[in-house]
């Protein structure tokens, strides 16, 4: 059982915008405003999209977005690619100085 | 650019010790600001963060593993490694170097994974 909660799956159209929501607790994503993504294709190693919370790394498309509400943080992507169909990963760090990792989200773009 | 790439056996026999290597090539060890990592992700998709070493020694560990992990680093051959003692097939799965530079998730670089199946 993973730590944060992740629907199993999500889908969307091109063009359209899609949120997944990531919710854990009061002791990591509601404590620090240190929750990342990850986008995941298959065979591939995980690419960082968003850091502490609303940052992206160089590189990343302002199409991705994160936000945080008390305990529960979203990524949108907005303006749907193909190539955006991936799995994507919440963590956080908590308040035991530890990381844990959402159960993924399988992003199917129809 | 900083690459990382693992090694190491990817057949492990069931209550043996694992050992694996990850090689960090584009930066140098001795200075701040890594944290030297290994995760995990199981044949069911499921990413678990193992733990971390900071280049000063200090390391963290997942609790739920910490009493059959360990982390070092050997800043003379630019490495870090992770041995896993006492493996069931529960510990089969694809594991990752990687680094993050505040310690707090943010992996910005990842090696490409190596698959380890525990089984007899």
């Known amino acids: 059982q993973s730590a944060l909660t992740q629907p199993a799956s999500v889908s969307g159209s091109p063009g359209q915008s899609i949120t997944i929501p990531c919710t854990g607790t009061?002791?990591?994503?509601?404590?620090?405003?240190?929750v990342s993504w990850y986008q995941q294709h298959p065979g591939k190693a995980p690419k960082l999209m968003i850091y502490?919370?609303?940052n992206r790394p160089s590189g990343i498309s302002n199409r991705f977005s994160g936000s945080k509400s008390g305990n529960t943080a979203s990524l949108t992507i907005s303006g749907l690619q193909a190539e955006d169909e991936a799995d994507y990963y919440c963590?956080?760090?908590?308040?035991?100085?530890?990381?844990?990792f959402g159960g993924g989200t399988k992003l199917t773009v129809v | 650019q900083m690459q990382l790439l693992e090694s190491g056996p990817g057949l492990v026999k069931p209550s043996q010790t694992l050992s694996l290597n990850c090689t960090v090539s584009?930066?140098?060890?001795?200075?701040?600001?890594?944290?030297w990592s290994w995760l995990r992700q199981f044949p069911g998709k499921g990413l678990e963060w193992i733990g971390y070493i900071y280049y000063s020694g200090t390391s963290y560990y997942n609790p739920s593993l910490t009493s059959r992990i360990s982390i070092s680093i050997d800043s003379s051959k630019n490495q870090f490694s992770l041995t896993l003692s006492s493996v069931t097939a529960a510990d089969t799965a694809v594991y990752f170097c990687?680094?993050?530079?505040?310690?707090?998730?943010?992996?910005?670089?990842w090696g490409q994974g190596t698959l380890v199946t525990v089984s007899s």
């Open positions: 502490e919370v609303t």
């Open positions: 584009g930066v140098s060890f001795n200075s701040g600001g890594h944290y």
């Open positions: 009061s002791s990591d994503v509601g404590y620090y405003n240190y």
């Open positions: 963590s956080s760090y908590t308040d035991t100085s530890t990381l844990v």
């Open positions: 990687a680094t993050t530079p505040g310690g707090y998730g943010d992996f910005s670089d």
